[in-house]
């Protein structure tokens, strides 16, 4: 988790739509019981061969995009499957933030968790941060967390972000811990729940129980 | 003032309001698997908490299992074993119900729960898989989550949920002869693209919905996703009741009772909609994927799109590139497509019906030798039953590999891949790049085309199969 109210550096355009999250981290990188490891897998057959071999042609294998701190990407980013592996490996792969159109709604929840920043911003200004960041004499970006606003070389665009998700980002909000706070609240909801639909409490271990 | 059932269910899980976009939503039934839930145990650990609720969490064993067709499964890979392995000792450790490699009982998450009678309407079930969607169609809202929320879920039993906005789809009319409700979440996914419900909860009605069994309705919620959907319901109706009554005699104290509550599980005459779309059942044809989004398919007597003639420069692009990868050209015919490799499984297309639909086009009649067809049922249930049934004999000497149930093939996480280059029929929910195995090409279609596909060789149309076949 991060304090800073700015990320800037080098950014990389990742023009496909729909870029999915078996796509951000195929099959084969989700074996493990911890988190290690995960920046292997980052869009692994984008990035690499058959063989195993960095594709040259492959923006992120390219030098003048090395230590790349940020994505420009299309609409839908991080859409189907729900692993945060994607996320896990796109940090540690040293990726602070992706601009795109629109998130896959689990990503999103997920990128939060996780202190990775997602701006949304319109399909115009990505055009604009895309054709910025193509060329790698203009390929930085910056983005100012504190006045929600992110700066290409020839275009500005200013993004929203809710007050809770500016807080996860800025103070790193644990949010089990406070939601533990409201562990009276969850146990009160739970006695009325319950009362009012009996069938519902302990489901888990009567259907395991009836079935065994 | 009137609500959709969105909203009354997450007014009924509501356990506080956080601010104006977030609620700590509670979860009757937190499903687990043993890839998302490792790291969330382990932060558990580092936290030292408990469980908070174990009863109210189910925990299976699928995503990585082998489905060889023998009897005692083994789990050969290393890291998948220790998955598996750590996944017991977890659910040991804390007390949490498990249906682990060797149960006679499990099967695909998806699957196994409503048929084990685990999901009732109006629950909200939580698990760590995009296809938590599926128990829309008992009634009962389900969330995909991440693996953080899946440590958050175990701690408190609830998820800070961003409330969505609402979206009905309204399905006029019937289904044609041929036509599955696989079919029909194609033609709308194909309609409303890949993310033209994103931000939204999806409450399917009308006559086409109301037609199709409960298995059919979960095909639909299931892929409901596909469209970027966070969640998707159907309102219980009588089809719905029963088949929750019949699966779940725990509760045969309450079930008058129940089913009370249940009958009032329904958006209000005037509740607000933000979105309302409206589709024919009449229109829809069995469908085929040409490309790698779920949003990409034309019924069978279509060709290919032409990139060039799509709305924007990036759908021009995706698409494109797509027809690259699945190596086809614009106007191209599917029908006809030789196909290497037929998959009927996942847990969108898996479930007992399915498998007698497969049966029932497959007939005496043989796959062809030209291609490989695995049948990977849903669950050890559904693989029993069709074995009662005769469907297992039946297809078994066709041609087809009768396996041992799990996700197998439907994300490839354990050895069932495609080849590069490999063209697949498949029954499954994603035909993204790569989804399958590295270079593998991904047809998504209902289980009966999946099944004419594997005897004519090629992808083909099923009507035209059907009626050329001397019963």
């Known amino acids: 988790m991060s304090a800073d109210t700015s990320i800037a550096g080098v950014a990389a355009a990742l023009p496909i739509p729909n870029l999915d999250t078996d796509q951000i981290m195929p099959k084969q990188f989700l074996r493990g019981i911890d988190k290690a490891g995960l920046d292997r897998g980052v869009l692994y057959d984008l990035r690499f061969d058959a063989n195993g071999a960095p594709r040259s042609d492959f923006v992120l294998n390219q030098p003048e995009y090395a230590g790349c701190r940020i994505l420009v990407a299309e609409q839908n980013f991080g859409c189907g499957s729900s692993r945060e592996h994607a996320v896990w490996g796109l940090v540690q792969l040293g990726i602070r933030a992706v601009i795109a159109p629109s998130f896959g709604e689990i990503f999103y929840s997920n990128a939060m968790n996780n202190g990775l920043l997602l701006i949304v911003v319109a399909q115009l200004d990505v055009d604009r941060f895309m054709n910025d960041v193509r060329n790698p004499a203009t390929n930085r970006i910056d983005i100012d967390v504190a006045r929600l606003q992110v700066r290409s070389r020839t275009h500005l665009a200013k993004f929203a972000m809710s007050a809770r998700h500016r807080q996860m980002f800025l103070d790193g909000l644990d949010l089990v811990g406070a939601s533990l706070a409201s562990v009276e609240a969850i146990a009160a909801f739970e006695r009325k729940h319950w009362e009012e639909q009996p069938w519902l409490q302990s489901v888990g271990a009567m259907v395991r129980a009836r079935v065994c | ?471």
């Open chain 2, 1 to 471: 003032m009137s609500r959709t059932l969105y909203q009354k269910l997450v007014d009924s899980h509501c356990v506080q309001r956080l601010d104006e976009e977030h609620v700590l939503l509670y979860a009757d039934l937190h499903l687990m698997n043993e890839y998302t839930s490792p790291q969330a145990f382990a932060g558990l650990r580092q936290r030292g908490l408990p469980v908070r609720r174990p009863w109210q969490n189910v925990a299976v064993v699928d995503h990585i299992i082998p489905t060889h067709p023998l009897k005692h499964r083994v789990i050969v890979d290393p890291a998948s074993a220790l998955q598996a392995s750590n996944l017991a000792r977890n659910c040991e450790l804390h007390g949490i119900p498990l249906f682990d490699t060797n149960d006679p009982l499990q099967g695909i998450e998806h699957v196994i729960a409503p048929e084990l009678g685990m999901i009732r309407p109006g629950m909200v079930v939580l698990c760590g898989d995009s296809h938590t969607t599926t128990y829309g169609a008992l009634g009962a809202l389900g969330f995909g989550i991440g693996t953080s929320e899946v440590e958050h879920v175990l701690a408190t039993q609830t998820l800070v949920h961003r409330v969505a906005s609402n979206m009905r789809i309204r399905v006029d009319g019937r289904l044609s002869v041929g036509c599955t409700a696989k079919d029909l979440v194609l033609h709308i996914i194909a309609n409303i693209g890949a993310q033209g419900a994103r931000g939204y909860v999806v409450e399917f009605v009308g006559e086409g919905i109301a037609a199709l069994s409960v298995e059919a309705r979960m095909t639909i919620c299931n892929m409901a996703v596909e469209a970027g959907a966070r969640g998707a319901l159907i309102a219980p109706d009588d089809v719905a009741i029963e088949y929750v009554s019949a699966r779940a005699p725990d509760m045969k104290r309450h079930l008058p009772r129940a089913i009370e509550q249940w009958r009032k599980l329904r958006s209000d005459d005037d509740a607000r909609f933000d979105v309302e779309l409206s589709f024919d059942a009449c229109d829809v044809g069995p469908r085929v994927t040409w490309g790698t989004s779920p949003d990409q398919s034309v019924p069978i007597d279509e060709r290919v799109p032409d990139p060039a003639r799509a709305g924007s420069p990036q759908q021009r692009e995706a698409a494109t590139r797509a027809l690259r990868y699945i190596g086809l050209e614009a106007g191209a015919s599917l029908d006809g497509l030789a196909i290497d490799r037929v998959f009927i499984g996942s847990c969108t297309n898996a479930r007992i019906e399915d498998l007698r639909e497969v049966a029932k086009i497959v007939g005496d009649r043989k796959v062809d030798p030209r291609v490989r067809a695995m049948i990977v049922p849903g669950s050890g249930a559904v693989r029993d039953q069709a074995e009662a049934e005769g469907i297992a004999a039946r297809l078994i000497a066709a041609g087809f590999e009768w396996r041992q149930p799990g996700c197998s093939m439907c994300l490839a996480m354990n050895d069932d891949v495609l080849r590069p280059g490999e063209r697949c029929a498949s029954t499954t929910n994603r035909n993204f790049e790569g989804r399958q195995g590295r270079a593998g090409r991904t047809h998504l279609m209902s289980p009966a085309m999946a099944a004419a596909a594997a005897i004519a060789g090629c992808i083909t149309d099923v009507r035209r199969l059907e009626s050329s076949h001397v019963r």
